[in-house]
């Protein structure tokens, strides 16, 4: 049975990764609320319920709380079991199911988001922003005055910066263009509908497509006609969708109280001592842990009291201003220290 609590998102619409979220949701008419966010910090409305983690997305259920998007998806998927309200997304076969993980692999571990950001054109307004290239130099754990500077590793001449990420993601659009929607299939499983797999290919893609700034010779419908078409296909089905029953927008204090007063979407876990970030640290439940990001976003250390932790996600109690959450995160690229 799914849960009956209340889903918050904290975004932002120019966020793929959390487009990703939201089209999933929307195929499997999962209700949320979202409360958006802005381009770059302070964020006070994610503050205030606690967490100190800057990614987007950051998904609530109730009181349990969810960063990283690949663990987002892992857990909705595991609350919100297939059923008629619930139409599920997910293949069913070992191949389908293996496509899906491979997908999520090339998009999200590959590199290719980056490669797509250096790739934003250089007179995208943000880019001359000095605030926003701060906050995202303190992103990439670069504060002046705070951090050593970073050292300038061996590399290419930066001119060269720009070819190099157009030949990653041409790259990783010719895998589709050329496999899996060769053969003039609708949708990369071959099935009739829109499925997982589809949402783990296209959000980067789409993004690209949609903020209309990006050099159409990186592209274009004479190179990759199929993604274009398929991306065209997907992003109205999902526009249709959305407006059966649109999400409702709220602002912090509302999400926030949405939030706390809320039970838990989840039974406490245990913390599994064979696990060696476990053993080599003698952690124990309740134990104080820093859980932070490996990649970027790194100084943003949430500080709460052990609850769980297995091969998949840590989970911690988080002391808020208005009461407790409990702040789950993957393994996978998150460090769990003993405070
Ligand atoms: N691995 C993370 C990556 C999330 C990510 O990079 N999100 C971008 C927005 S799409 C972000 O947070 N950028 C920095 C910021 O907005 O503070 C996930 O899958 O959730």
Same mark, same amino acid.
């Given at each position: ?45 994610? +503050? ?117 990420? +157009? +030949? ?110 476990? +053993? ?60």
């Amino acid at each position: 049975m799914a849960p009956t609590l209340p889903i918050v998102i904290y975004h932002y619409v120019f966020s793929p990764v959390g487009k990703r979220i939201i089209w999933y949701m929307t195929l499997r008419n999962i209700p949320y609320t979202h409360c958006l966010q802005p381009l770059a910090l302070p964020r006070p409305d994610i +503050a205030q319920i606690g967490v100190s983690y800057r990614r987007i997305p950051v998904l609530a259920i109730g009181r349990d709380v969810y960063l990283d998007s690949r663990l987002i998806m892992r857990k909705l998927e595991e609350l919100y079991p297939p059923s008629a309200a619930h139409p599920s997304l997910s293949g069913t076969t070992g191949d389908q199911k293996a496509i899906e993980r491979l997908l999520d692999v090339l998009m999200s571990d590959s590199g290719i988001f980056d490669k797509a950001i250096q790739l934003l054109p250089l007179d995208f307004p943000p880019l001359s922003d000095p605030e926003f290239l701060k906050d995202r130099a303190e992103l990439a754990g670069i504060v002046p005055g705070k951090t050593p500077p970073p050292q300038s590793a061996p590399g290419p001449d930066p001119k060269l910066r720009r070819p190099i990420a +157009a +030949a990653e993601l041409r790259d990783a659009m010719e895998i589709l263009e050329t496999t899996l929607l060769a053969d003039g299939r609708d949708w990369v499983l071959k099935t009739d509908r829109p499925m997982l797999a589809d949402i783990e290919a296209v959000w980067l893609f789409e993004w690209m497509v949609s903020m209309d700034c990006f050099s159409p010779e990186l592209i274009n419908s004479n190179q990759f006609p199929k993604i274009l078409a398929w991306i065209d296909r997907l992003s109205k089905l999902v526009a249709e969708k959305a407006k059966e029953s649109p999400a409702e927008e709220v602002n912090g204090d509302i999400a926030a109280a949405t939030i706390f007063n809320s039970g838990y979407a989840e039974e406490e876990g245990i913390v599994e001592e064979k696990e060696a970030v476990v +053993a080599v640290q003698g952690l124990k439940k309740g134990d104080l842990v820093n859980v932070y990001p490996t990649d970027n976003g790194c100084l943003h250390k949430d500080t709460g009291a052990l609850v769980s932790l297995n091969s998949k996600e840590v989970v911690i109690n988080v002391e808020g201003k208005n009461g407790k959450i409990r702040v789950h995160a993957p393994r996978h690229k998150f460090a769990i220290e003993a405070v």
